[in-house]
């Protein structure tokens, strides 16, 4: 028996977590919510009732030939999802009101419209299958379809309820960039198919009207015949300004997003007004669109020979629906999924640890004049929106009614009327958010209309959003057109040609089909009894019993991405099956009360990056270094240290900017000993380029420059003296570390920060908590020389020939901070490298000069 | 005739080489702690002129002649125009409309002549019928015209217009010019001094042969001005000559051997070599009252109001120097050896014993190579004030021959060299002060970080 979908409590700041304010504890932004489970157990042991292994990305459809239907997931991978029921959970997803689906006849005008609808983001639970999801519900357009729209959502599936709530406004924005691309991908589509069809139908016309004229002169004017053809004429005629007004429309799309839903209801209002007088038929737009149309499409569209059209379209079941790729332009499809990935690789693991990672990035994020120095580039970093983040571990910022003015992601326009649909009587209960009770608009109103309606479609619906779409993040293709109509209310579905039928394969007494011939000014269905039995209904017949039009086994390209590492997979906990605590008799009210607690420790997962430190990490030159790679390198680096007793001098010369050569014979040694000393040279570079891992040639002054630790091979050719020459030549600037005979030549250290650093009798034994220990370190030091860089008072002259005494405040001034005479040489360096980023940027270009010092070097050995 | 015959060698002989060459990495009087190395020649660089307090042209036997911004390390303009080497180039300061420009002007191998505009970049005139290639220029400011020498001698205007022309008849032509007072000058050819006399009637110009001064031996290699009064040359065997200016005669007269007497037999054995190396003076430089001269891979510096010898050192660097600066007491050479080096004068101590150099541990050694190792007590003062020239820091970067160096003072030094490269030395603590103020100044413009 399915009940009603539960509905994810929205708790309030006494509900959930404690509010303790310590004064010495982070900002709040930054303080990660405490794991809420009173008992001693193991968050990390707890089954979970969700029968698949970890999050996942679906898509679904909701067709209009078969109901809803599962599209692909991502990761694609059966066993991700397990035995969890995707075609259950695609009827649970789509069966959301989704607003902007409707297209119909405006009141008042005669031409369809397009509804430029924003998403709309809700939160689904389901507490039977253990399954949380983040829905995202979107309408791509398709001028075979009903209304021209197709309702699809992407959902992000967990386990973990507290995931879902926590992270909503981050997922929101993630999957609003993925929309994003969908959609323009689909508007660049649809020009083009309506180009297409307005060269059949004008091809059309010009066939009828010689046969009209042929009628005329066969059997005059008024013959039924001639009538008959003078009418299909009229049609046809209507039907190339309908469609021309829809290309119009859809050229015209808004490339702004507006923030306020104030604003842009008044700015709709007064946009629909100028839209009517727009009305008048001029051929204006459609020339734009033509234009633009023709320069993105000048050889397809050359190439395409006009089809005759015929009066009546063919069947609805008869036609094949277009897949997902075939609606949106490829490219931008494959950026779609794309962004998915990336979404579930962020997304991947314990919220804990989710958390834990975002705060990181944000903090890192607020110290881009050193993070250079020694933090690890991150994949998203450019991505990820930092101003915007903030966690609040009391107040979960989530979906409900978030109707106005927050600052979130620009289109997070979230509606509740899915769950007042789904859930009707857990109104009473749950109740709007305090937060957003002065801003219910319209909208809830209208849900509530909606609601008693008992119609998934309503033409009241939020037609002030209508105008306001986002602009696409990708270059628009539609940018720089006139903007002039913003039509927010839908319009029919046009002409007969397009006629729709409602998928038959829901006629479970739900459904009645309408007109299937037409469907010219009318909701596609209609729901004769209220929703909640409908829901009821639908769960208890389980499923659309249709295997679901994979789009997956039609397009092996779609196929591609993702599979999943083995490692991943092996160390992800095994999930329990069961639905041990729930009980599934509990609907409706009852999960709305369901305790937080007793949801959130359904388990994620962690995530794989607690593989092996063993292995030497392959340091790869020119691809991205990661912390991944970086934490591996932690390993050899704490073989190194306790092997060479020298590796503080070692240290010492990355760290205050002498370049490092690591002499040896042997490559693997050589790399080896690099991967080391990896993470100790700062400004390493996104791709590692301050490192030469190998080189077999002689260098020259230049590299000095550019490379702060190089592998050279130790050859006995003739290179190989070239080599021991330059070596001998430029040795001032350089230290040299001998691994064949163990030696290292570097000026001496005096102090005991490398000593702390990198302690020859360390207890730490795996190379990843090395690592840490090494970049809090480093951290330190990063800090410290931020504070000598920007302090005033310490490098601004007294007066014009004061340039001695700001050498000596500087030399005090480190003394101070308690660093020996070669420790301020490192600080120094430091400073100069930070002064250069500050100055010129991250950008590395420009003719970057080269510091060094005069000083003694020694020979350590063994 | 005064014939100085330098000697003053100890036993150890072959030590005061390696001391002399290797001054060991700590050098604290050595201020350049930064360089930039600046890529855009494609073949040997020879000549680096100042434009401005920021700005400096360099050429060389590509044929290019870069601008580059000297505080900044950019290169400014690339002028591009000759086909063949730069056989010169020289900076011309004048006045026009109240402000002052300068222009540059280059002579390449292939008998072209060249005025740019360092501002624009553009080549503002070219001469291209020239009948040989022009080896030097000599720009008189105060009568606001130029002159090529070569095998003829060239009177220009600051527009390139040919003002006067005098063809000679020798082979060697004109390798040097010095201007002398009332418009006289000196031009050094093969092994003569030829005065010659600008005659200025109206806006005419006419040159006149004086006089032919023949007291060198061989090839004059060098020909400076020293003061107002002074002037000097060098030439391939070691004859240095300071000359009048006005009456142009021979003032002092110094040949530079470079041997010494025999002390023992050990370093009898060495001067067999000795006698071979190279005592050709090629470069001389003068602040007015001391000349330094370049013999070989020596140093030699004069002084010519007391018309005596100041410190010499025989192997001040492993190969021939090319280029010399004086700056009070100190001094700076570059040399084929890849090397700059910068020199003191200073007042010898009382004869000691000769200091052990000890080793001199490049690698593998904990050996302190420091500067203790320069022979302070090599020199035996045979003249009562000898001083001696001791090293005080070495620039290693050129992997080739340093052809020439310019000095920007605090603003750096730039080196130029056979490796195609050229490089700007910098006073690292001074630069990195002056990064602060540029930081401190960006803050103040964005209002914080």
New interface residues.
């Given amino acids: 028996m399915i009940g009603s979908p539960d509905v994810v409590a929205f708790t309030k700041e006494d509900d959930f977590g404690d509010s303790f304010s310590d004064p010495f504890s982070l900002p709040e932004e930054f303080s990660v919510p405490l794991f809420a489970h009173a008992a001693n157990a193991n968050p990390w042991t707890k089954t979970s009732y969700a029968k698949f292994s970890k999050d996942f990305i679906l898509i679904s459809e909701f067709s209009e030939q078969v109901g809803p239907q599962p599209l692909l997931t991502i990761p694609n991978d059966p066993k991700v999802c397990g035995t969890f029921d995707l075609n259950y959970f695609s009827l649970r997803i789509m069966s959301v009101d989704y607003q902007a689906s409707f297209v119909g006849h405006p009141p008042g005008s005669n031409y369809p419209r397009l509804n430029f609808v924003e998403d709309s983001k809700v939160v689904l639970g389901d507490s039977k299958e253990g399954a949380f999801a983040y829905v995202h519900h979107l309408t791509l357009y398709d001028l075979e379809a009903r209304g021209f729209v197709r309702p699809f959502c992407m959902a992000y599936i967990s386990a973990d309820e507290r995931k879902i709530m926590h992270q909503f406004q981050e997922l929101s924005s993630e999957f609003s960039k993925a929309s994003e691309f969908l959609k323009s991908g689909n508007r660049k589509a649809f020009a083009n198919e309506l180009e297409k069809k307005l060269k059949d139908l004008e091809y059309t016309r010009s066939v009828l009207h010689k046969e009209a004229e042929l009628q005329k002169m066969n059997n005059g004017c008024y013959s039924t015949q001639a009538i008959e053809k003078a009418n299909e004429l009229a049609n046809m005629e209507k039907s190339i300004y309908e469609h021309k007004d829809l290309l119009r429309q859809i050229t015209s799309y808004p490339s702004r997003k507006k923030k306020d839903v104030h604003f842009v209801q008044r700015e709709t209002e007064k946009l629909a007004d100028t839209s009517v007088l727009d009305d008048t038929p001029n051929s204006n737009p459609s020339e734009i669109a033509d234009k633009t149309v023709e320069t993105e499409n000048d050889i397809r569209k050359s190439s395409y020979t006009p089809q005759l059209i015929k009066g009546k379209s063919a069947k609805c079941f008869d036609k094949r629906l277009k897949t997902m790729e075939e609606l949106c332009d490829a490219s931008f499809f494959h950026q779609t999924l794309e962004q998915l990935n990336i979404i579930e690789k962020s997304f991947r693991g314990d919220l804990c640890f989710i958390y834990t990672s975002q705060i990181d990035r944000a903090l890192v994020g607020k110290q881009k004049?050193t993070s250079f120095l020694f933090e690890a580039e991150r994949e998203w970093e450019n991505e990820v929106p930092l101003k915007n983040f903030s966690i609040s571990s009391n107040n979960p910022t989530v979906p409900i009614l978030n109707l106005t003015g927050e600052p979130l992601s620009l289109e997070s326009y979230t509606s509740c009327i899915d769950i007042d649909h789904m859930k009707p009587g857990v109104e009473s209960i749950e109740g709007p958010p305090e937060s957003s009770l002065s801003d219910i608009t319209q909208e809830t109103s209208e849900a509530a209309d909606t609601e008693t309606k008992g119609s998934f479609s309503s033409d009241k619906s939020i037609e002030a959003f209508g105008g306001v779409s986002p602009s696409s993040l990708q270059a628009n293709y539609f940018d720089g057109l006139e903007r002039k109509s913003k039509v927010s209310i839908a319009s029919p579905s046009e002409s007969a040609s397009s006629s729709v039928a409602v998928p038959q394969r829901m006629t479970d007494g739900n459904l009645v089909l309408m007109d299937a011939a037409c469907c010219i000014g009318q909701e596609g269905f209609v729901f004769e009894e209220p929703l909640p039995e409908l829901a009821q209904e639908c769960c208890g017949d389980t499923v659309v019993n249709r295997e679901p039009l994979s789009l997956l086994q039609g397009d092996p390209a779609l196929q591609m991405d993702y599979i999943l590492e083995e490692s991943a997979l092996a160390e992800s906990p095994n999930m329990g099956l069961t639905f041990s605590e729930l009980n599934t008799g509990v609907l409706s009210e009852e999960v709305a009360k369901i305790n937080i607690e007793d949801v959130s420790d359904s388990t994620s997962f962690m995530s794989a990056s607690t593989s092996s430190d063993r292995a030497v990490s392959p340091f790869t030159y020119g691809s991205a270094l990661t912390l991944k790679q970086k934490k591996k390198a932690g390993h050899n680096a704490l073989r190194f240290i306790r092997q060479y007793p020298f590796a503080q001098q070692a240290i010492f010369c990355l760290l205050s900017g002498r370049t490092l050569v690591i002499l040896g014979v042997d490559e693997g040694t050589v790399r080896k000993l690099v991967n080391a000393l990896l993470f100790f040279v700062p400004n390493l570079g996104k791709y590692g380029e301050t490192v030469q891992p190998w080189l077999s040639s002689p260098f020259?002054?230049?590299d000095l420059?550019r490379w702060k630790l190089i592998g050279l091979q130790r050859a006995a050719s003739p290179a190989g003296s070239s080599i021991l020459h330059?070596l001998?030549?430029?040795?001032?600037y350089i230290s040299i570390l001998d691994c064949d005979s163990k030696?290292l030549?570097c000026p001496p250290y005096k102090g005991t920060l490398i000593s702390r650093l990198a302690d020859h009798r360390t207890q730490i034994k795996r190379g990843s908590t090395y690592f840490l220990h090494v970049q809090g370190m480093l951290t330190q030091l990063t800090a410290r020389a931020f504070l000598y860089?920007?302090c005033?008072h310490i490098?601004?002259?007294m007066d014009i020939n004061d340039?001695g005494s700001?050498?000596s405040r500087r030399t005090n001034f480190l003394l101070q901070l308690g660093y020996t005479v070669e420790e301020s040489k490192i600080v120094?360096y430091l400073?100069?490298l930070i002064?250069?980023h500050?100055?010129q940027g991250s950008s590395k270009g420009?003719?970057?000069?080269?510091?060094?010092?005069?000083?003694?070097?020694?020979?350590y050995k063994i | 005739m005064l014939r100085w015959i330098l000697g003053g060698r100890e036993a150890q002989g072959t030590v005061e080489k390696s001391a002399a060459l290797f001054i060991?990495?700590?050098?604290?009087k050595?201020c350049f702690?930064?360089?930039?190395?600046?890529?855009g020649h494609f073949d040997i660089v020879r000549f680096l002129v100042q434009i401005d307090d920021l700005r400096f042209a360099s050429a060389g036997d590509d044929g290019l002649v870069l601008i580059w911004n000297v505080e900044?390390?950019?290169c400014l303009f690339v002028l591009r125009g000759h086909t063949q080497q730069i056989t010169a180039m020289t900076s011309y300061t004048f006045i026009r409309g109240g402000t002052a420009h300068t222009a540059l002007i280059t002579a390449s191998s292939d008998r072209t002549l060249s005025l740019w505009d360092p501002d624009s970049g553009n080549r503002v005139q070219n001469i291209s019928d020239l009948q040989s290639s022009v080896k030097c220029l000599l720009v008189l400011a105060h009568l606001d015209v130029w002159l090529s020498g070569g095998n003829e001698l060239c009177v220009w205007n600051r527009d390139l217009e040919l003002r006067c022309k005098m063809v000679h008849h020798s082979d060697a032509g004109i390798s040097a010019m010095v201007e002398l007072p009332k418009n006289f000058i000196a031009a050094a050819m093969d092994k003569e001094i030829v005065i010659f006399k600008l005659n200025l009637s109206g806006s005419d110009i006419a040159v006149m042969a004086m006089r032919h001064l023949a007291d060198h031996q061989d090839t004059i290699r060098s020909l400076i001005h020293i003061n107002d009064r002074l002037f000097a040359s060098g030439s391939h065997i070691g004859e240095l000559i300071i000359w009048d200016s006005v009456d142009w005669t021979i003032q002092a007269y110094e040949h530079i051997l470079w041997e010494e007497p025999a002390r023992d037999s050990q370093s009898e054995f060495k001067l067999n070599h000795q006698k071979q190396i190279e005592r050709s003076i090629q470069h001389m430089s003068s602040d007015g009252e001391y000349i330094v001269a370049a013999v070989g891979s020596g140093l030699y510096v004069y002084n010519v109001l007391m018309k005596s010898v100041v410190a010499y050192r025989r192997t001040a660097h492993d190969s021939n120097i090319l280029h010399t600066m004086l700056q009070r007491d100190s001094l700076m050479s570059c040399s084929e050896d890849?090397s700059v080096r910068m020199w003191e004068l200073q007042d010898l101590p009382l004869p000691a014993e000769p200091a052990s150099s000890g080793f001199f541990g490049?690698?593998?050694?904990?050996g302190?190579?420091?500067k203790q190792t320069g022979p302070p007590a090599k020199k035996i003062p045979e003249v009562p004030g000898l001083r001696s020239l001791e090293l005080i820091?070495d620039l290693?970067?050129?992997?080739g021959a340093v052809q020439m160096f310019l000095s920007f003072k605090e603003k750096g030094l730039v080196t130029c060299s056979t490796d195609q490269?050229l490089?700007?030395w910098?006073d690292?603590?001074?630069?990195?002060?002056l990064?602060?103020?540029?930081?401190?100044q960006?803050?103040e413009e964005n209002q914080g970080?």
């Avoid at chain 1, 000069?849 to 020694?858: A, G, L, Q, V, W």
């Avoid at chain 2, 290693?396 to 992997?399: C, K, Q, R």
């Fill in positions: 004049v020259q002054l230049i420059q330059s001998n030549r430029y040795s001032r030696t030549r860089t920007f005033h490098h601004l002259p340039q700001v050498t120094q400073s100069e002064k250069q500050y100055m420009g003719n970057q000069s080269f510091c060094f010092n005069y000083t003694t070097s020694y020979l | 060991g990495e700590e050098q604290p050595n702690t930064e360089m930039q190395v600046l890529k900044t390390g950019e890849g490049m690698f593998g050694t904990f302190r190579s420091s820091g290693i970067g050129h992997s490269l490089i700007v910098k690292g603590e001074l630069q990195s002060q990064r602060s103020l540029a930081v401190f960006k803050l970080l």
